[in-house]
């Protein structure tokens, strides 16, 4: 039976939802409802997604694996490049294994892309949504502290650190700065992977403290999907939103090669696989919509972890009426 605090974030998730609603609708989005159930989920290396066995009681289909999507976004792009324009979308989405105090395996997400627009033009929408809904839930003003910082990947490590990933060019030298620095690199050697040691151990604790810090410009290795930064192509135009060191949302400026789309899908399934995760189809239908699509920017946010900091509570499962501890 949901305790009081439960109770309570239903109320504020209701504000939440109406709140967000009424601002993408008056900026001139439209709210769009895609499949749950896909035939191909994202390649995300570290994302597993949950396999659902599809058994045609008739002769029409075949029996196949579909999966619970981990993101409605392959589903939101195709939209995009047959001419939808500016949308929006509050879904649930399926990750497995993902049970912390900051993680639920089921968990509802906003996503939203905006056509002839790229990363920062979806980084001030989603400012002026969350203003809008931390006014709306009766929040403590945190998210109305506009504008929110912007800050490089680069600045953020150098900052916290004193490593300068440009002068870190591989995982060699990355590593042997990081432990100079403290960091506890394990056996890890590739760049992405001692990255990922350093900034979880020093940087990301430290970011959105004071106000809403949106990450910019990560390393190009670590955006599969994003537009790599014209006149630099060392980073791409890949942003994440974190706030009293929480990661709240993960955006891009949007690839819209085709060619390239398929390498670094293809790159990402050899990944999968020397790692001995599920290996997923291509999706051919994705594939297809990138190279269609208009330049066009959009963004992923955890609307759970938003609720959470507007409510002030320490646990995803506070703002669950049914929290995946109930049957894990």
């Not at 900026?27 to 994202?42: C, Q, R, S």
């Not at 390649?43 to 619970?68: C, K, N, S, W």
């Not at 409605?72 to 989405?93: H, N, S, T, W």
Request: a negative charge; glycine letters at 8%.
């Amino acid at each position: 039976m949901p305790n009081p605090v439960q109770w309570r974030s239903a109320a504020g998730r209701q504000a939440l939802y109406g709140a967000l609603r009424r601002f993408f609708t008056q900026l001139g989005y439209l709210e769009v409802d895609t499949p749950l159930l896909i035939p191909a989920p994202g390649m995300e290396p570290h994302i597993t997604a949950f396999e659902a066995p599809f058994v045609p009681e008739t002769d029409v289909g075949q029996r196949r694996t579909l999966y619970l999507h981990t993101s409605p976004e392959y589903a939101m792009k195709r939209l995009l490049a047959d001419g939808a324009g500016p949308i929006f979308q509050i879904c649930k989405v399926f990750r497995n294994g993902e049970v912390s105090r900051t993680h639920n395996p089921e968990f509802t997400m906003l996503e939203f892309y905006r056509p002839q627009a790229d990363y920062h033009a979806i980084m001030a929408d989603l400012e002026g949504a969350l203003a809008e809904a931390d006014r709306a839930v009766g929040g403590d003003g945190f998210f109305s502290r506009t504008p929110y910082e912007r800050l490089s990947v680069r600045d953020a490590v150098l900052r916290e650190t004193g490593v300068d990933l440009r002068a870190c060019p591989d995982g060699a030298s990355l590593k042997r700065a990081a432990e100079a620095a403290g960091v506890r690199t394990g056996d890890a050697t590739s760049f992405d992977d001692v990255f990922f040691h350093l900034f979880l151990q020093k940087v990301e604790g430290k970011l959105g403290g004071e106000r809403p810090t949106y990450l910019t410009e990560y390393p190009a290795s670590m955006a599969s999907l994003a537009r790599l930064k014209p006149g630099d192509p060392t980073v791409a135009e890949r942003t994440e939103l974190y706030a009293r060191g929480l990661e709240l949302a993960n955006g891009f400026s949007e690839l819209t090669d085709a060619v390239e789309q398929r390498a670094r899908l293809v790159e990402e399934q050899e990944f999968r696989r020397n790692a001995g995760r599920a290996v997923y189809p291509l999706d051919e239908r994705f594939l297809d919509a990138v190279g269609r699509m208009p330049p066009s920017a959009g963004i992923a946010v955890g609307l759970d972890r938003i609720l959470m900091l507007l409510l002030g509570v320490e646990s995803i499962s506070d703002v669950l009426l049914f929290p995946a501890h109930e049957f894990v």
